[in-house]
């Protein structure tokens, strides 16, 4: 990654290092100031919707580790979440746990179910692949559905709040710090992961498996492995998501919604961990913006009025991912490494 010119580093930790510069660490102490100060001078709604981007953006952080970096596609994700939301649910509301138990439990449980669907990416790629994950999808919520003494079926199960001593987390402003510390937390772990050993041997797999193969690396292993970590970001942000709700119910976890994840990492851009944040943010702030385009769009075309107000949600989110598909298919990512290398290069930017 270039550096602003006249900036040179001297050591290879420097060299390494994710902020390399003093502007780096500036804008990252402003940007978290902002962040965690935002209960203090925002409404409820725009907190809820941070709180479901915060929770949102886990998930699609362990699609890009999955998808992005090792090439497996998935479009089961949301069922994975749905496997970390009812283990979650199942220990504290039926066994009694703490949340604090439950949580890194939840995500385990997810982190193996995930292996046991992703045994299939060892003989198959591609579509046949895609369409195991969304065998995946089916299955998980079918068990889910199916076993009505535990998870209770299509009524679903209520879940507890978090709690920290006698501090019950049941307001917007106390769940929000919960959500944005394990987000933070989880956006570390996985830029600091490509980074790794383990990140360049998933995207040497994503590339040419037969050439990482040759090259000594097992790929079995490692895509178990890409498997296995993916899913527990997604039983993370599932188990959030329902001590968030106070529910746990299947109609949480559809396949559209496993569908809007990947739209979400094609938007921001595969491979990219501040790609799968972008991608979130930009397509939670339209979700939030249909509501205003809806009537505009039905007084615009009143003969297809009634039908177009219904779908212009659909219609949007698919219109925007062809879009990029087609003009931009490294998604707003590439855009912003794009204006950081201008800015970099100034003045010198030809």
Known sequence: MGLPCGT??????????????????????????????????VSGRWLNLVIVIGITVITVLGLNILTGYCGQIS??????????????AILCAKLGWSFWAAFPTAVLVAGVVGILFGLPSLKVRGF????????????ILWVILQMRGITGGCDGL?????????????????????????????????????????????????????AA??????????KLLAFFIGCMFAGAAGSLWVHYVGLANVELFTLTDSIWYL??????????????????????????????????????FPAIAAQAAASVGLILHGLII????????RGIAHRWQIAKTYYRLWPFSY
């Open 128 to 139: 046949y692949l895609i369409m195991t994950t969304v065998a995946a999808q089916f299955i």
């Open 213 to 222: 193969e040759v090259m000594g690396i097992n790929l079995y292993g490692y």
């Open 8 to 41: 040179f580093q001297e050591r290879y930790a420097q060299d390494m290092a994710i902020f390399r510069t003093r502007l780096h660490w500036l804008m990252l102490i402003v940007f978290l100031i902002f962040l965690f100060t935002m209960p203090l001078y």
């Open 75 to 88: 479009l089961g994700h949301a069922a994975f979440m749905a496997v970390g939301a009812y283990t979650s």
């Open 322 to 329: 062809i879009l990029f598909l087609i003009f931009e298919p």
């Open 263 to 300: 739209g979400m990492l094609i938007v921001g851009g595969m491979g990219s961990t501040m790609g799968a944040i972008f991608g979130t943010v930009f397509l939670r702030l339209l979700d939030e913006l249909i509501p205003f385009i809806g009537p505009a769009f039905s007084s615009a």
């Open 158 to 210: 209520a879940t507890p709040y978090p709690r920290i001593g006698s501090l019950v987390l049941n307001t917007k402003e106390s769940y929000f710090y919960l959500v944005m510390v394990l987000a933070c937390l989880a956006t570390f772990a996985a830029k600091n992961l490509a980074r790794t050993r383990v990140g360049r041997a998933f995207v040497a797999i994503r590339d040419n498996d037969l």
